[in-house]
């Protein structure tokens, strides 16, 4: 049960996109198409960005995306504002009917 | 409105025990798998237990197999884990989680649980 490895920060300038990776194994992300984000500012609970790899929930902003490609999973926030700042994580459903989550990323606007 | 409160967390002695709470409302609670998630301090989220909806299928983390117990009162729209042997490394703020097909959807605003080392 490591893991899911995730880059520690990721910045960028108003306006612009970036993306987040989430890299597991073919136990986890690879395996399933249950991948979710979760974006938790300071002090806050985690709130549910993105669900089944792509599906947005309601009220979450079209400008989260997310995708698979094998055994990496992307989370890609386009048009950056300032209260996108935040640590996003990602989680998958796992082999062993448990769930994982990533190390975490730190989103910097700069 | 889907709300999920914590309760019972608190300052415990190395190989104590604590037993943590769910008080859940808005939804129907006897319908959905459970979790508790946790956080320890400065740290990253850790997923800790699930069980399903009618307390059937039960799930745990390595990390607190065999001390941790999950378990539900869907009579009460309660859910409870019960933490003995507790560590150091088990102090965090833990939270009780909805699952809704295969995601974890709605979170609680925790509750701390500290063992000093």
């Known amino acids: 049960q490591s893991a899911l490895t995730q880059p520690a920060s990721v910045s960028g300038s108003p306006g612009q996109s970036i993306t987040i990776s989430c890299t597991g194994a073919?136990?986890?992300?690879?395996?399933?198409?249950?991948v979710s984000w979760y974006q938790q500012h300071p002090g806050k609970t985690p709130k549910l960005m993105i669900y089944?790899?792509?599906s947005r929930p309601s009220g979450v902003s079209n400008r989260f995306s997310g995708s698979k490609s094998g055994n990496t999973a992307s989370l890609t926030i386009s048009g950056l504002q300032a209260e996108d700042e935040a640590d996003y994580y990602c989680s998958s459903y796992t082999s062993s009917n448990t769930y994982v989550f990533g190390t975490g990323t730190k989103v910097t606007v700069l | 409105e889907v709300q999920l409160v914590e309760s019972g967390g608190g300052l415990v002695k190395p190989g104590g025990s604590l037993r943590l709470s769910c008080a859940a409302s808005g939804f129907t609670f006897s319908s959905y798998s459970m979790n508790w998630v946790r956080q320890a301090p400065g740290k990253g989220l850790e997923w800790v237990s699930s069980?399903?909806?009618?307390?059937?299928?039960?799930y745990y983390a390595d990390s607190v197999k065999g001390r941790f117990t999950i378990s539900r009162d869907n009579a009460k729209n309660s859910l409870y884990l019960q933490m003995s042997s507790l560590r150091a490394e088990d102090t965090a703020m833990y939270y009780c989680a909805r699952e809704a097909s295969v995601t974890i959807d709605y979170w609680g605003q925790g509750t701390l649980a500290t063992v000093p080392s």
């Open positions: 089944d790899v792509s």
């Open positions: 073919s136990s986890d992300v690879g395996g399933y198409n249950y």
């Open positions: 069980i399903s909806s009618s307390g059937s299928y039960i």
